[in-house]
């Protein structure tokens, strides 16, 4: 079934020790979004690639990075994680089916726990 | 990111009974209207959407009602099923643009 997959499910680092998050999609999507989703709030857009095109958000700290290497694939690397870091960071995808409608699919996310 | 507002926060709805969730927006430019359902430690599941240039679109039990001069849009869940307990979160976009969600509401059906 065509997906969107992120590993690790749980992601355990220290506090100020880099991490990086992965997301791989077969759907032949071409725009990839990164999203950061904290207890019991919203989903919050962090960025997003359009192809190769990176798009951040303004209020998105630069504490956070990504890469997109290929078309299935896209990271989302943390420099220094903080204790305010711990979220469910989600995967996103979606391509135009028409008419400018870009349906998103959502992986199931990764937790990080920052200790 | 403009802001979507959402309302109620947590609904509680008896078996059988209408489910009812409200969702406003402030920015005209927003031109896709999805709702998704997300399950404790799941990632959000795209459950319908509409676009502006129509008032209500109907999925089985699941309809949005649209209407783009008040700048609001509802799910209405029919015959609501303990098994559709779970966040529902509003969210608006344009283009392929991120979209901005709504705040969540946390519904319960009771057997």
């Known amino acids: 079934d065509a997906m969107v997959i992120q590993n690790p499910r749980y992601q355990v680092t220290q506090f100020g020790k880099p991490v990086t998050l992965s997301c791989s999609q077969t759907?032949?999507?071409?725009?990839m979004y990164w999203y950061q989703q904290k207890s019991s709030q919203a989903p919050k857009l962090l960025f997003h690639?359009?192809?190769?095109?990176?798009?951040n958000e303004a209020d998105t700290p630069d504490n956070f990075q990504s890469r997109r290497p290929n078309t299935s694939f896209c990271f989302l690397d943390i420099r220094s994680p903080g204790l305010g870091d711990a979220a469910m960071y989600l995967c996103?995808?979606?391509?135009?089916?028409?008419?400018?409608?870009?349906?998103?699919?959502f992986g199931p996310g990764t937790r990080l726990t920052v200790t | 990111q403009q802001q979507v507002k959402q309302s109620p926060q947590s609904l509680i709805v008896q078996k059988g009974g209408i489910s009812i969730i409200n969702c406003a927006y402030e920015?005209?430019?927003?031109?896709?209207f999805p709702w998704y359902q997300q399950f404790p430690g799941k990632g959000p599941a795209l459950l319908i959407a509409?676009?502006?240039?129509?008032s209500e679109k109907k999925e089985g039990r699941f309809t949005i009602s649209f209407n783009k001069s008040a700048k609001q849009f509802s799910l209405h869940i029919m015959d609501s099923q303990p098994g559709d307990s779970a966040t529902y979160f509003c969210?608006?976009?344009?283009?392929?643009?991120?979209?901005?969600f709504g705040k969540g509401t946390h519904l319960i059906i009771q057997p």
């Open positions: 996103a995808t979606s391509r135009d089916h028409g008419g400018g409608s870009y349906e998103q699919y």
């Open positions: 759907l032949n999507h071409n725009v």
């Open positions: 690639y359009y192809d190769k095109d990176f798009n």
């Open positions: 920015n005209t430019a927003f031109d896709y």
């Open positions: 509409i676009r502006p240039d129509v």
């Open positions: 969210a608006a976009g344009g283009g392929a643009d991120g979209l901005t």
